[in-house]
Protein backbone atom coordinates (compact mmCIF):
# COMPACT_ATOMS: atom_id res chain seq x y z
CA UNK A 1 0.00 0.00 0.00
CA UNK A 2 0.92 3.47 -0.80
CA UNK A 3 1.29 6.60 1.86
CA UNK A 4 -1.69 7.78 0.27
CA UNK A 5 -3.43 4.53 1.15
CA UNK A 6 -2.39 5.25 5.02
CA UNK A 7 -3.68 8.60 4.73
CA UNK A 8 -6.38 7.44 3.64
CA UNK A 9 -6.95 5.00 6.28
CA UNK A 10 -6.63 7.25 8.82
CA UNK A 11 -9.47 9.52 7.42
CA UNK A 12 -11.33 6.45 7.44
CA UNK A 13 -11.35 5.17 10.89
CA UNK A 14 -11.92 8.86 12.27
CA UNK A 15 -15.38 8.90 10.73
CA UNK A 16 -16.20 6.68 13.34
CA UNK A 17 -16.14 9.38 15.51
CA UNK A 18 -18.17 11.60 13.89
CA UNK A 19 -21.82 11.45 15.13
CA UNK A 20 -25.35 13.00 12.95
CA UNK A 21 -25.73 16.89 13.62
CA UNK A 22 -21.88 17.64 14.71
CA UNK A 23 -20.65 20.74 14.21
CA UNK A 24 -17.06 20.10 12.62
CA UNK A 25 -13.91 21.84 11.84
CA UNK A 26 -12.47 20.53 8.51
CA UNK A 27 -8.76 20.61 8.26
CA UNK A 28 -6.51 21.48 4.64
CA UNK A 29 -3.65 19.02 3.74
CA UNK A 30 -3.80 15.90 1.77
CA UNK A 31 -4.80 13.41 4.53
CA UNK A 32 -8.12 15.79 5.59
CA UNK A 33 -8.74 16.33 1.74
CA UNK A 34 -9.18 12.66 2.35
CA UNK A 35 -11.61 12.97 5.20
CA UNK A 36 -13.69 15.90 3.23
CA UNK A 37 -14.00 13.14 0.32
CA UNK A 38 -15.19 10.18 2.65
CA UNK A 39 -17.69 12.51 4.45
CA UNK A 40 -18.97 14.01 1.34
CA UNK A 41 -20.12 10.12 0.63
CA UNK A 42 -22.03 10.44 4.14
CA UNK A 43 -23.43 13.03 3.33
CA UNK A 44 -24.67 12.22 -0.21
CA UNK A 45 -26.13 9.10 2.13
CA UNK A 46 -28.15 11.23 4.52
CA UNK A 47 -25.79 11.94 7.21
CA UNK A 48 -26.32 15.18 9.03
CA UNK A 49 -23.21 17.06 9.42
CA UNK A 50 -22.11 20.74 9.05
CA UNK A 51 -18.56 21.73 8.63
CA UNK A 52 -16.04 24.79 9.15
CA UNK A 53 -13.20 24.91 6.51
CA UNK A 54 -10.02 25.45 7.82
CA UNK A 55 -8.76 27.18 4.11
CA UNK A 56 -10.32 27.70 0.51
CA UNK A 57 -8.55 24.81 -0.74
CA UNK A 58 -10.70 22.56 1.78
CA UNK A 59 -13.89 25.35 1.30
CA UNK A 60 -13.85 24.17 -2.10
CA UNK A 61 -13.38 20.45 -1.99
CA UNK A 62 -15.87 20.58 0.64
CA UNK A 63 -18.31 22.22 -1.73
CA UNK A 64 -17.48 20.18 -4.83
CA UNK A 65 -18.20 16.91 -2.78
CA UNK A 66 -21.70 18.71 -1.39
CA UNK A 67 -20.47 18.62 2.80
CA UNK A 68 -22.66 21.55 4.08
CA UNK A 69 -20.71 24.82 5.45
CA UNK A 70 -21.06 26.80 7.86
CA UNK A 71 -18.35 29.57 9.27
CA UNK A 72 -17.12 30.34 12.55
CA UNK A 73 -19.60 34.01 12.80
CA UNK A 74 -22.62 31.16 12.23
CA UNK A 75 -21.21 28.61 14.57
CA UNK A 76 -18.61 29.92 16.83
CA UNK A 77 -18.37 26.53 18.84
CA UNK A 78 -17.69 23.28 17.48
CA UNK A 79 -18.12 19.47 18.23
CA UNK A 80 -15.33 18.15 16.69
CA UNK A 81 -12.18 19.15 14.68
CA UNK A 82 -10.35 16.44 12.61
CA UNK A 83 -6.93 17.20 10.97
CA UNK A 84 -3.71 16.23 9.84
CA UNK A 85 0.12 17.36 10.89
CA UNK A 86 3.10 17.45 9.45
CA UNK A 87 4.71 16.04 12.87
CA UNK A 88 3.51 13.86 15.96
CA UNK A 89 5.43 13.56 19.06
CA UNK A 90 4.19 11.43 21.80
CA UNK A 91 2.03 13.80 23.70
CA UNK A 92 0.30 14.69 20.58
CA UNK A 93 2.19 18.05 20.32
CA UNK A 94 1.84 18.91 16.88
CA UNK A 95 3.90 20.96 13.76
CA UNK A 96 1.19 22.21 11.21
CA UNK A 97 1.60 24.41 8.41
CA UNK A 98 2.97 22.47 5.94
CA UNK A 99 -0.33 23.54 3.63
CA UNK A 100 0.31 27.52 4.69
CA UNK A 101 -2.93 27.31 7.04
CA UNK A 102 -1.74 27.10 9.88
CA UNK A 103 -3.50 30.39 11.55
CA UNK A 104 -7.18 29.56 10.73
CA UNK A 105 -6.34 25.54 11.22
CA UNK A 106 -5.41 26.61 14.97
CA UNK A 107 -8.39 29.05 15.36
CA UNK A 108 -10.92 26.51 14.30
CA UNK A 109 -9.31 23.61 16.49
CA UNK A 110 -9.52 25.76 19.63
CA UNK A 111 -13.10 26.55 18.75
CA UNK A 112 -13.96 22.97 18.71
CA UNK A 113 -14.59 20.57 22.09
CA UNK A 114 -11.83 18.19 20.83
CA UNK A 115 -9.31 17.55 18.16
CA UNK A 116 -8.52 14.42 16.70
CA UNK A 117 -5.61 14.52 14.44
CA UNK A 118 -5.31 11.78 11.42
CA UNK A 119 -1.54 10.79 9.43
CA UNK A 120 -0.08 8.22 8.13
CA UNK A 121 2.79 6.74 10.17
CA UNK A 122 6.16 8.42 8.89
CA UNK A 123 4.40 11.74 10.63
CA UNK A 124 5.25 10.29 14.35
CA UNK A 125 8.25 11.29 15.76
CA UNK A 126 9.64 10.86 19.12
CA UNK A 127 11.02 15.22 19.46
CA UNK A 128 9.21 17.42 17.10
CA UNK A 129 11.82 20.14 14.99
CA UNK A 130 13.28 17.60 11.71
CA UNK A 131 10.05 19.37 10.01
CA UNK A 132 10.61 23.09 9.17
CA UNK A 133 8.51 24.93 11.47
CA UNK A 134 6.09 27.18 9.96
CA UNK A 135 5.69 30.75 10.81
CA UNK A 136 2.67 32.81 9.90
CA UNK A 137 3.81 37.08 9.57
CA UNK A 138 2.61 40.04 8.52
CA UNK A 139 4.06 41.55 5.09
CA UNK A 140 4.88 44.90 7.15
CA UNK A 141 8.85 44.32 8.07
CA UNK A 142 8.87 40.67 7.07
CA UNK A 143 12.40 40.81 6.72
CA UNK A 144 13.47 42.35 10.61
CA UNK A 145 10.93 39.79 11.71
CA UNK A 146 12.49 36.76 9.78
CA UNK A 147 15.61 38.14 11.06
CA UNK A 148 14.16 38.05 14.71
CA UNK A 149 12.90 34.33 14.60
CA UNK A 150 16.50 33.39 13.37
CA UNK A 151 18.34 34.97 16.04
CA UNK A 152 15.98 33.38 18.70
CA UNK A 153 16.30 30.24 16.40
CA UNK A 154 20.41 30.68 17.10
CA UNK A 155 19.75 31.31 20.99
CA UNK A 156 17.83 28.00 21.20
CA UNK A 157 20.43 25.78 19.68
CA UNK A 158 19.15 25.62 16.14
CA UNK A 159 21.37 25.82 13.26
CA UNK A 160 19.06 25.77 10.41
CA UNK A 161 18.16 28.05 7.65
CA UNK A 162 15.03 30.45 8.64
CA UNK A 163 13.58 31.55 5.61
CA UNK A 164 10.14 32.59 3.54
CA UNK A 165 8.72 30.23 2.30
CA UNK A 166 8.44 31.25 -1.95
CA UNK A 167 5.89 29.78 -4.34
CA UNK A 168 7.39 28.42 -7.82
CA UNK A 169 7.30 31.66 -9.71
CA UNK A 170 9.96 32.74 -6.43
CA UNK A 171 7.23 35.14 -4.69
CA UNK A 172 6.23 34.38 -0.93
CA UNK A 173 3.61 32.09 -0.29
CA UNK A 174 0.40 34.40 0.63
CA UNK A 175 -2.05 32.76 3.15
CA UNK A 176 -5.76 33.14 2.68
CA UNK A 177 -5.45 35.26 5.40
CA UNK A 178 -3.08 37.79 3.89
CA UNK A 179 -0.04 37.01 5.42
CA UNK A 180 3.36 35.06 4.71
CA UNK A 181 5.05 31.75 5.94
CA UNK A 182 8.61 31.62 7.14
CA UNK A 183 9.91 28.19 7.86
CA UNK A 184 12.38 27.85 10.39
CA UNK A 185 14.34 25.34 11.01
CA UNK A 186 14.82 25.14 14.23
CA UNK A 187 16.53 21.39 14.98
CA UNK A 188 14.85 19.01 17.81
CA UNK A 189 12.90 21.09 20.07
CA UNK A 190 12.81 19.84 23.44
CA UNK A 191 10.98 22.23 24.64
CA UNK A 192 7.59 23.09 22.37
CA UNK A 193 6.36 25.14 24.98
CA UNK A 194 9.50 27.38 25.83
CA UNK A 195 9.49 28.29 21.29
CA UNK A 196 5.84 28.86 21.13
CA UNK A 197 5.56 31.56 24.06
CA UNK A 198 9.18 33.34 22.80
CA UNK A 199 7.77 33.19 18.83
CA UNK A 200 4.18 34.83 20.51
CA UNK A 201 6.64 37.99 22.15
CA UNK A 202 8.29 38.50 18.38
CA UNK A 203 6.27 41.81 16.82
CA UNK A 204 4.76 40.56 13.33
CA UNK A 205 4.69 37.19 14.41
CA UNK A 206 0.62 36.12 14.10
CA UNK A 207 1.10 32.62 14.97
CA UNK A 208 2.88 29.73 14.59
CA UNK A 209 2.77 25.61 13.59
CA UNK A 210 3.47 24.16 17.04
CA UNK A 211 -0.08 23.17 17.91
CA UNK A 212 -0.11 22.68 21.81
CA UNK A 213 -2.61 20.97 23.97
CA UNK A 214 -5.34 21.24 21.21
CA UNK A 215 -5.05 17.27 20.61
CA UNK A 216 -6.60 15.06 22.10
CA UNK A 217 -6.29 11.57 19.83
CA UNK A 218 -4.12 10.72 17.06
CA UNK A 219 -5.29 8.18 14.35
CA UNK A 220 -1.85 6.45 12.52
CA UNK A 221 -2.05 4.27 9.64
CA UNK A 222 0.60 2.40 8.31
CA UNK A 223 2.06 -0.65 7.22
CA UNK A 224 0.90 -2.85 10.71
CA UNK A 225 -3.00 -0.69 10.28
CA UNK A 226 -4.69 1.74 12.31
CA UNK A 227 -3.53 2.70 15.62
CA UNK A 228 -4.93 4.82 17.91
CA UNK A 229 -2.77 7.36 20.05
CA UNK A 230 -3.51 9.40 23.46
CA UNK A 231 -1.28 11.76 24.68
CA UNK A 232 1.73 10.29 26.39
CA UNK A 233 0.07 7.07 26.51
CA UNK A 234 1.50 5.20 23.03
CA UNK A 235 -0.51 2.74 21.76
CA UNK A 236 -4.41 1.83 23.35
CA UNK A 237 -5.68 -0.01 20.75
CA UNK A 238 -3.79 -2.48 18.84
CA UNK A 239 -3.45 -1.95 15.33
CA UNK A 240 -6.21 -2.91 13.44
CA UNK A 241 -5.30 -4.31 9.52
CA UNK A 242 -6.21 -2.42 6.65
CA UNK A 243 -8.91 -4.08 3.93
Known amino acids: MSTDD ?7 AALAYVEPGMKLGLGTGSTAAH ?7 RVAQGFDVVGVPTSEATRELA ?8 TLKDT ?3 DLTIDGADEIDP ?39 AFPLPIEVVPFGKESTRRAIARLAQELGGSGEVG ?8 PVVTDSGHIIVDAHFGRIDDPRQVSDALNRIPGVVEHGL ?20 PGQGLVEQ ?5
Request: charged share 30%; with cysteine; net charge positive.
Open 211 to 230: FIGLASLAIVAGPDGVITLE
Open 76 to 78: PEL
Open 91 to 129: ELRLIKGGGAALLREKIVAFASKRMIVIADKTKCVPHLG
Open 6 to 12: FKRAAAE
Open 35 to 41: LVELLGE
Open 164 to 171: IRRAEDEC
Open 63 to 70: ERHGVPLT
Open 239 to 243: PRKIA
